[in-house]
Every structure is written in C-alpha cells, then in structure tokens.
T-cell receptor, first 115, second 117 residues
Framework: AAGVIQSPRHLIKEKRETATLKCYPI?????VYWYQQGPGQDPQFLIS???????DKGSIPDRFSAQQFSDYHSELNMSSLELGDSALYFC??????????????FGPGTRLLVL | AQKVTQAQTEISVVEKEDVTLDCVYE???????LFWYKQPPSGELVFLIR??????QNEISGRYSWNFQKSTSSFNFTITASQVVDSAVYFC??????????????FGKGTLLTVNP
C-alpha cells in the first residue's frame, strides 16, 4: 500500500539558511499534519491543513510557514534556521472518510541538521 | 488541555517475556481517540491501534493486546512473548473529538522497550 512520502530524507543547513520540506500524502487523503520531534523527545504538533486550508496551528515558530497545494501535497518552509531547529520533522496524513479521519499515518520523516 | 502520561521511561526484558506499557490520559472531552505508535531505531512512526472513547472493547492482535479502561483513564499495551524486533520507543497519543478536521495528536513522552536475546 502507498505510504506518506517525505523529501528530502536528510538535510544539512547552516544557521540563518532556509529549508523546504515536502510531504506527499497517501492517495485520497485530504488532511496533512506536520510534527517536530527533537532528540529524545516526543513529536510536537506544528500545523495542519484540510482541503488546502490551514485547519489548526500548534507551536510553530513565526519563521516557519506551510501550505497545502491543489494536489494535496504540502510544504513546510523554514527560514532563518537556528541550531534548535535540528530535529526530525514528520508529516502525517489522514483520510477524508467518516470514521477514518481521526487516524494519522506518518511518513518516514525528514532529519534536519542545522550547523 | 489534554495530557498523556507514560510513567515508564525505559523497560528492559528478556526475549519471550510478556511486557505491559502503561498509558494514562487526561481530557475534558467526552469524545476522544487514543492511539499507540511504534518508533523503531530507524525512526519512522508506525501506527499500531486506535481506540474511540465510546468503545471500551479490548483488542488482541497477534502478540499485541490493548486494555482500555475509561474509569481509570488508562490505555495499556501488552506484548506477549516479546521478540528482539519489538525493541523500539512506543508512544501513546490522544486526540480530542473537536470535529471538523482537527485531530492533532498529543503524545506521551514514550517508553523505550529493549528486548534482549
């Protein structure tokens, strides 16, 4: 079965640079979530989109922005990168059908290292 | 605010032992959803199970079983006859039934399970 695709899988950036993470949800999934997982931490919710509109926002820095496109893929844009942004970034998607919307399936994650 | 507590930070067992991972949650909603995810050393988050707040039926899937008790706000996970491949961090998570499209997950801190041969 198709899974959530994230690219790139690994990314190394310098401080103050920008980064763009991409997420391709499971086919027919219309909702995308982004999470950040620091080393040894639990994943923290950043932002979510439903049908290309932002549906909820968590602890996402103002330096970060995201959007969902017409084909339902999503991009997380991160500017003025800081050392503390080094983390594993997960994208998750869920299906629009009633009874399935609550379950999120996660991609493999993008490991970002800021030097 | 919702909260998930996994009191066990690390558990170490020997292969073939049974092991139970504890999860206690807090929420003010009457409709909510509980999950277990597995994160092996490779890093991905693997969905294991979802339970709805209105469905307290326990479930068994192979060597895995889950015990959901609303009276104690607990959703515990048992692995029977553990194997080395079960070694991973296990996260319990909660989402509230806010309706619409908002089902963001609140995770516990995770339990690192090490199964030794």
């Amino acid at each position: 079965a198709a899974g959530v695709i994230q690219s790139p899988r690994h990314l190394i950036k310098e401080k103050r640079e920008t980064a763009t993470l991409k997420c391709y949800p499971i086919p027919r999934h219309d909702t995308v979530y982004w999470y950040q997982q620091g080393p040894g931490q639990d994943p923290q919710f950043l932002i979510s989109f439903y049908e290309k509109m932002q549906s909820d926002k968590g602890s996402i820095p103002d330096r970060f922005s995201a959007q969902q496109f017409s084909d339902y893929h999503s991009e997380l844009n991160m500017s003025s990168l800081e050392l503390g942004d080094s983390a594993l970034y997960f994208c998750a998607s869920s299906e629009g059908l009633a009874g399935e919307r609550e379950t999120q399936y996660f991609g493999p994650g993008t490991r970002l290292l800021v030097l | 605010a919702q909260k998930v507590t996994q009191a066990q930070t690390e558990i170490s067992v020997v292969e073939k032992e049974d092991v139970t991972l504890d999860c206690v949650y807090e929420t003010r909603d009457t409709t909510y959803y509980l999950f277990w995810y597995k994160q092996p050393p490779s890093g991905e988050l693997v969905f294991l199970i979802r339970r709805n707040s209105f469905d307290e039926q326990n479930e068994i899937s192979g060597r895995y079983s889950w015990n959901f008790q609303k009276s104690t706000s607990s959703f515990n996970f048992t692995i029977t006859a553990s194997q080395v491949v079960d070694s991973a961090v296990y996260f319990c998570a909660l989402s509230e039934g806010s309706g619409g499209s908002n089902y963001k997950l609140t995770f516990g801190k995770g339990t690192l399970l090490t199964v030794n041969p």
